[in-house]
Nanobody, 120 residues
């Protein structure tokens, strides 16, 4: 079983910065990609940033240049450094992981989410 635990959310003024962390534990040997998604009320979760075990990264257009995803492989932690925050960045941020169980099965894991609120 895989467990993902996020931390680092909070309230910040527009223009400020926050760093989110996500710690993976349990049977994590099959994880090949981790990511951050954001969800606002009434909307589906949308991808913010992804990182693979080979350190390939991808970003949503709305955050590229302002957010940076990184990982500490030794500690099984990924980070999302958020700068130049704007009110539109407000939402619940979820850490996710793709876990290859077998050639025919990939499991998706989610954390419990952490709230980020950017005030104008």
């Amino acid at each position: 079983q895989v467990r993902l635990v996020e931390s680092g959310g909070g309230l910040v003024q527009s223009g400020g910065s926050l760093r989110l962390s996500c710690t993976a534990s349990g049977n994590i040997g099959g994880i090949y990609s981790m990511d951050w998604y954001r969800q606002t009320p009434g909307e589906q979760r949308s991808m913010v940033a992804t990182i693979t075990t080979t350190d390939n990264t991808n970003y949503a257009d709305s955050v590229r240049g302002r957010f940076t995803i990184s990982r500490d492989a030794a500690k099984n932690i990924i980070y999302l450094q958020m700068t130049s925050l704007i009110p539109e960045d407000t939402g619940v941020y979820y850490c996710g992981a793709d876990d290859r169980i077998s050639d025919l099965r990939i499991d998706r894991h989610w954390g419990q989410g952490t709230q980020v609120t950017v005030s104008s």
